[in-house]
Nanobody
Framework: QVQLVESGGGLVQAGGSLKLSCAVS????????MGWYRQAPGKQRELVAS???????DYADSMKGRFTISRDNAKNTVYLQMNSLRPEDTAVYYC???????????WGQGTQVTVSS
């Protein structure tokens, strides 16, 4: 089982920035998918951004131009740079990865992001 530990969440004012990190216990050489999802109270978990082994990225429409997903293969860490934060970005943010042979993805415990107006 792959272990993931997110960090970097916190309280920020609207318009501010945060950078989330996700440390992964397995080599990125085995990963074909890495992503960030979020879940706000009373809402379903939704995709924020993803990156494949081929470095193809995908973003939810409301995050395009504001959020950037990246990875450091040497550190086995996935990042989410979040700029121009809005109160509606308030949620628990989860990191997820999937190895090429996994039927299911592995998930972190989540990190809270709160954006005040």
């Amino acid at each position: 089982q792959v272990q993931l530990v997110e960090s970097g969440g916190g309280l920020v004012q609207a318009g501010g920035s945060l950078k989330l990190s996700c440390a992964v216990s397995a080599s990125f050489l085995s990963m074909n998918y890495m992503g960030w999802y979020r879940q706000a109270p009373g809402k379903q978990r939704e995709l924020v951004a993803s990156i494949t082994s081929g470095s193809n990225t995908d973003y939810a429409d409301s995050m395009k131009g504001r959020f950037t997903i990246s990875r450091d293969n040497a550190k086995n860490t996935v990042y989410l740079q979040m700029n121009s934060l809005r109160p509606e970005d308030t949620a628990v943010y989860y990191c997820t990865v999937r190895r090429t042979w996994d039927l299911n993805a592995s998930w972190g415990q989540g990190t809270q992001v709160t954006v005040s107006s």
